[in-house]
């Protein structure tokens, strides 16, 4: 008997009779054939009791160095925003964590309504119609994008500013030599999309035109004449991939001309869980419902007349279409949705400004502070927000290193990640709410006698 | 319990968030600005700031607080009830895998932290890979797939692409009309073409007509063993035999591998590539509808083409490094972000260190046991007669009943018994698939429930047939208990409001 079962001999004996067997085996036995039983035991360790699975897990997670462990200014993509404790007392109530997919919605209002009211704050985040109630997460809601646009245009070509970040461009490419589509990039100049090089690249064929604001370099992008320009070349569907928590500052993708945004979820209120789960998040205007993958849920009336919500315009997905759905996607990330909304409730109409103007401010602080170090520039002079790149007139992995050892993560060696040439030098810090002045002065600190220090030693070679 | 009866509190229920506060409310307080002022216009320029606010809520902490709570009542949960949701594998959720997975060293971990300070975080997802292995009987294995259509693709893609590697191009996906409604989408994302295998009388695949639609054009056969009627295939020897034989891959849909661990492996079977759902076997809680995560596993063939990046351990004979390889030319790609849903990880694994190998087993044997049981509990009580088992006389973890003679007898459809089922304090099992039953009803209770919760789902089910042999209206109508009524789905839609009207 273990722990999760409960079984006794007695019930097993009266369960038997019942079924007409003589034991368990049988009910095998006579369903699966000889061959493909498997004669021994799963060559895995023995169960364990709960306390020696726990000090297990914690053994394990005592040798990773988490953001509580050290200064850490890494991003690219994931970031170390506060968590507000009515976040984790929300999503470990059993009412929201462990219920299936609302396919009985008069049991399942509860689910609903956070989709609605998730819905809701993202449209009116990126000031587009309509959003979905969540993908798996940020570079693969880039790949749906995609695939949208061709559901939409049946154009097989996408056209990619080279500041999307890596791993969307590389699951882009992925998702789209499925279907026989093809990826072009478009480079940067000033690294920002360069303007000539979009237009030009964005053909009759193109199905669907792809930047990121703020961009991976955390340059803020001119987005209206990015959707503008590339609606003049050939009208493809212009997808943003956008950053939600700067949207408090930043203008809205619906109000720069662009078609679809979509974007990683996870700043908004979800762990960073070394990537995973979190959530993607999908808006578009009006025209685009009826081809948006995912759950959507909508507002209803019982037979009472009372308000409620069911999931609506199903016929979009697999369990109903099968091979005609707009998308294969069944379970996405509902709970981490529900961290999202109540993020944003939490933070509020003023607070989501509020906490930008802060990240605008310290970003700039630690940005000028950094770039006035000797061997130290700014990569760009492009706006930022909450993220920037500079380059290091040392070796980056060294610097890490030696960073590391006082304790400071100084940020992301942007060549590993991009394997571009001219990102060799480039490191990508990232300022949250988390990370004070004197944190900032120390990794001005830290990172100006590092670089120091790797110069000299490169210098004496 | 009718409109008018319900509490005034509870009248206003579906309010949502953006109908509550006041202006000026708030629950978060910024943290002080203790750099320099800058004027915001001088670090962004008007014209790419937001011009009008958006239009979030103003309320209280409080306010958030009492109304996710209040909210939250409004949803049935696995915690509180009985959830035989057919496919699902709706298991007990334990709550130590909440607990370990939110330890900073896993929970405040960065995805770009180096992996030689992510050690432990990299020994976990090995040692899970390891374990989806020997569970599998499949050799490699990929953690990055976010659910299980989404291991489906990657499983479609790998395919893709190790033709290519071998210079053939495929076009055609073979599916059973049983197949999940994932199945199929994935086989159009991928880039094939669906062709549909019909049915035999005994519920597995009709060897004739895969026989006959088996050619060099296939690319793949995508299977559940046990499939979505509950049953075993048993001619699945045979049937990975004639897929080989056209050079196809064979492809196991791990949604139903509930059924079979430490009892059979489908690499064993023959297949080329599996998919896990760890929020199903593995104990992943569904959160409302994710998050989830689909792992893959796959036979020797089809490891070159496996997502990047792929967890090593190098030096394994003194102290084990483990790294990440994206070192891969074959590799189809990038599927997603990062290394894959790693929260999820830590659950499964913790999940897996619980029961060991033979805790597994234990928990598939008696997951078939309590479906058999609960089937076999059914019959005793007379439902067969309305509702009989539509294909075989035993099954796996679950079952698949026909509501079509309930429905011809006593009036009321599958639809208005899962209904009614709610009245009783019962999750309904999954209705009207798979699509080939007539008004199927698919059962699915699990290995974590009582005996006693099965006897009193099936007497529940008992006395919905009784209480319908003398007034089916009762069935039609219902549900009456729940927080609302049947919804109108039809008007939801037709004209979509998907979003709240804001002030």
């Known amino acids: 008997l273990s722990r999760y079962t409960a079984i006794t001999p007695e019930d097993l004996d009266a369960m038997l009779a019942a079924i007409g067997v003589g034991s368990v085996q049988e009910i095998f036995d006579r369903q699966i054939p000889a061959p493909v039983r498997l004669g021994g035991p799963l060559q895995l360790p023995d169960g364990l009791p709960e306390q020696d699975v726990f000090e297990h897990l914690r053994a394990l997670a005592s040798r990773n160095t988490s953001a509580e462990d050290e200064l850490s200014f890494l991003g690219a993509g994931m970031y170390d925003h506060y968590v507000p404790a009515l976040i984790d007392m929300l999503t470990e109530r059993s009412e929201f964590l462990t219920p299936y997919t609302p396919y009985q919605p008069e049991i399942s209002q509860g689910t609903l309504q956070v989709m609605f009211e998730y819905q809701t704050a993202i449209a009116e985040l990126t000031g587009l119609a309509v959003s979905n109630a969540s993908v798996y997460e940020g570079p693969s809601a880039v790949a749906a994008a995609g695939y949208l646009a061709t559901l939409h245009n049946g154009r097989r070509r996408f056209v990619v500013s080279a500041g999307l970040h890596p791993h969307s461009i590389q699951t882009l490419r992925t998702n789209a030599h499925g279907y026989d589509a093809e990826v072009v990039e478009v480079p940067l100049r000033d690294s920002v999309t360069d303007m000539d090089a979009w237009s030009d690249a964005i053909d009759g064929d193109t199905s669907a035109a792809f930047f990121a604001q703020p961009n991976f370099y955390g340059a803020v992008e001119d987005a209206a004449a990015l959707s503008a320009a590339a609606k003049a070349a050939a009208d493809p569907v212009v997808v943003a991939q956008v950053d939600p928590i700067t949207l408090g500052v930043l203008a809205p993708p619906g109000d720069c001309g662009v078609d679809v945004a979509v974007g990683e979820g996870q700043p908004l209120g979800n762990r960073l869980d070394f990537g995973g789960p979190s959530f993607g998040l999908f808006a578009a205007r009006e025209e685009y419902l009826r081809r948006m993958p995912g759950r959507i849920a909508g507002e209803t009336v019982d037979v009472d007349g009372r308000r409620g919500f069911v999931l609506t315009l199903q016929t979009r997905e697999q369990h109903i279409r099968r091979e005609k759905a707009t998308s294969n996607i069944c379970t996405a990330q509902a709970l981490n949705a529900l961290a999202g909304v109540v993020y944003l409730a939490w933070l509020g109409r003023r607070g989501i400004v509020e906490l930008g103007e802060l990240l605008l401010a310290r970003t700039h602080y630690a940005r000028e502070q950094l770039g006035a170090l000797p061997g130290v520039e700014k990569l760009h002079e492009q706006p930022v927000i909450r993220e920037f790149a500079l380059r290091l007139d040392a070796d980056v992995a060294a610097v890490r290193r030696a960073c590391a050892a006082r304790g400071v993560n100084p940020g992301v060696d942007v060549q590993a990640l991009s394997g571009r040439d001219e990102d060799r030098g480039v490191l990508l810090v990232a300022i949250t709410e988390r990370r004070t002045r004197a944190d900032i002065d120390r990794l001005v600190e830290v990172l100006g006698s590092a670089v120091a220090s790797e110069r000299r030693a490169t210098v004496a070679v | ?503």
């Open chain 2, 1 to 503: 319990m009718s409109a008018s009866a319900t509490p005034p509190m509870q009248r206003d229920a579906a309010r949502t968030i953006f109908q509550k506060g006041a202006p000026g409310r708030r629950a978060f307080l910024c943290p002080e600005l203790d750099v320099p002022a800058v004027d915001v216009g001088e670090l962004l320029p008007e014209r790419f700031r937001r011009s009008r606010p958006a239009r979030l809520p103003e309320v209280s902490e409080p306010e958030i607080v009492r109304h996710y709570v209040g909210i939250s009542k409004r949803n049935f949960d696995l915690d509180s009830g009985f959830y035989p949701l057919g496919s699902c594998t709706m298991k007990h959720n334990p709550r130590l895998h909440e607990r370990v997975a939110a330890l900073p060293g896993h929970a405040r971990l960065h995805p770009l932290q180096d992996p030689e300070r992510a050690q432990g975080a990299l020994e976990l997802m090995w040692n899970l890979q390891h374990a989806l292995s020997e569970i599998s009987g499949l050799p490699h294995v990929s953690l990055q797939p976010s659910a299980g259509s989404h291991g489906e693709l990657a499983g479609v893609l790998l395919t893709r692409a190790y033709h290519e590697d071998r210079g053939e191009t495929r076009h055609k996906v073979l599916t059973p009309d049983t197949a999940h409604g994932t199945n199929p989408a994935t086989v159009t994302m991928a880039g094939f073409e669906v062709v549909k295998l019909a049915t035999n009388a005994d519920g597995g695949i009709d060897i004739e007509d895969l026989r006959a639609k088996a050619d060099t054009d296939v690319a793949c056969l995508m299977l559940t063993n046990p499939n979505t009627l509950g049953l075993f295939d048993p001619n699945i020897a045979e049937i990975a035999e004639i897929v080989h034989g056209v050079g196809a891959t064979l492809y196991y849909d791990g949604a139903n591998l509930n059924a079979v661990m430490g009892l059979s492996r489908p690499g064993d079977m023959g297949f080329d590539i599996v998919h896990f759902n760890l929020h199903k076997s593995f104990t992943q809680p569904h959160g409302g509808g994710g998050p989830g995560a689909g792992p893959i596993a796959v036979s020797d063939r089809m490891a070159p083409f496996l997502p990047v990046p792929v967890v090593v351990c190098r030096d394994s004979e003194r102290a084990p490094q483990f790294d990440l390889d994206y070192d891969r030319p074959k590799s189809i790609g990038r599927l997603r972000g990062f290394q894959g849903n790693y929260g999820c990880f830590v659950r499964a694994y913790a999940y897996i260190c619980s029961l060991g190998g033979d805790g597994l087993r234990d928990a598939s044997e008696t997951a078939v046991l309590n479906a058999n049981y609960l089937l076999a509990r059914l019959k005793q009580r007379g439902v067969a007669e309305h509702l009989p088992l539509a294909y075989g006389e035993l099954c796996m973890h679950e079952f698949v009943l026909s509501g079509g003679p309930m429905k011809r007898a006593l009036q009321i459809k599958t639809l208005d018994l899962a209904k009614r089922l709610l009245d009783f304090g019962f999750h309904p099992p999954t209705v009207y698939f798979p699509l080939l039953v007539d008004e199927a009803l698919m059962v699915e209770p699990t290995e974590t429930e009582t005996k006693e919760t099965l006897d009193a789902f099936a007497d529940a089910i008992a006395a919905i047939l009784e209480e319908a042999a003398a007034d089916p209206e009762l069935a039609r109508s219902a549900p009456y208990s729940t927080p609302v009524r049947r919804l109108d789905e039809v008007a939801a839609a037709k004209r979509p409001v998907i979003h709240e009207v804001l002030a």
